[in-house]
């Protein structure tokens, strides 16, 4: 089955740096790769995703990165702010299967 | 939002007592599943519903049984709680095949 790599663990980052998070997969038929924030005591929520036939995809201040040959993705948040302090997780979905999921990375923007 | 509700959201129970967890959704998915969440591990699957037919086990379904009563409506019970299920649980559901909505969340601690 898929297998899922999510590092770091913890990235402390200041206010303004950027920040990355990188995720490897396992299996090379998954096509499809969601990020998700968790905030303190709150549900995880997809924030961005991309599908395997993109190489990039972004959204204001955060962005998505896919590298099909190498089997790995990554978040990218430019000029962090503290509220986006929070657990991001990856996930790797092949077709109609379930996704598997990254351990996390709790992001820290200290001001 | 609460199109993915769950209840109750926080629970404290003893060891051996049997407890339901509820999930109910607005979203009109097919597909609805458990997880918990434990520091460190990230999200692990419990039990997944692709319909009020279909149940299928995760990667961690022993001490743990669901219930598909309807489109909207899957729970989670604990046959006889253990301390080491103490968790974050969580419900999502996710239809077209994309990304999860998640719950809440549903706090539990057996003492």
């Known amino acids: 089955g898929e297998n899922v790599e999510q590092h770091p663990s913890t990235l402390s980052v200041q206010e303004g740096d950027s920040a990355v998070i990188k995720c490897t997969y396992s299996?090379?038929?998954?096509?499809?790769f969601p990020w998700y924030k968790q905030e303190l005591g709150k549900r995880p929520q997809l924030i961005i995703d991309i599908r395997s036939n993109v190489g990039e995809k972004k959204d204001q201040r955060i962005a998505v990165t896919l590298n099909k040959t190498a089997k790995h993705f990554s978040l990218h948040i430019t000029e962090t702010q503290p509220e986006d302090s929070a657990v991001y997780f990856c996930?790797?979905?092949?077709?109609?299967?379930?996704?598997?999921f990254g351990r996390g990375t709790s992001l820290i923007v200290h001001p | 939002d609460a199109d993915v509700t769950q209840t109750p959201r926080n629970r404290i129970t003893k060891t051996g007592k049997r407890i339901m967890l509820e999930c109910s959704q607005t979203k009109g998915h097919d597909r609805m599943y458990w997880y918990r969440q434990d520091p460190g591990l990230g999200l692990r699957l419990i039990y997944y519903?692709?319909?009020?037919?279909?149940?299928n086990k995760g990667e961690i379904s022993d001490g743990y049984s669901v219930s598909r009563q309807a489109q909207a409506k899957f729970s989670l019970s604990l046959e006889s709680a253990i301390p080491n299920q103490t968790a974050l649980y969580f419900c999502a559901t996710s239809g077209g095949g994309l990304g999860y909505t998640f719950g809440s969340g549903t706090r539990l601690t057996v003492v």
């Open positions: 299996d090379s038929a998954s096509n499809y």
């Open positions: 996930a790797a979905k092949r077709g109609s299967y379930i996704p598997t």
């Open positions: 519903s692709f319909d009020v037919k279909d149940i």
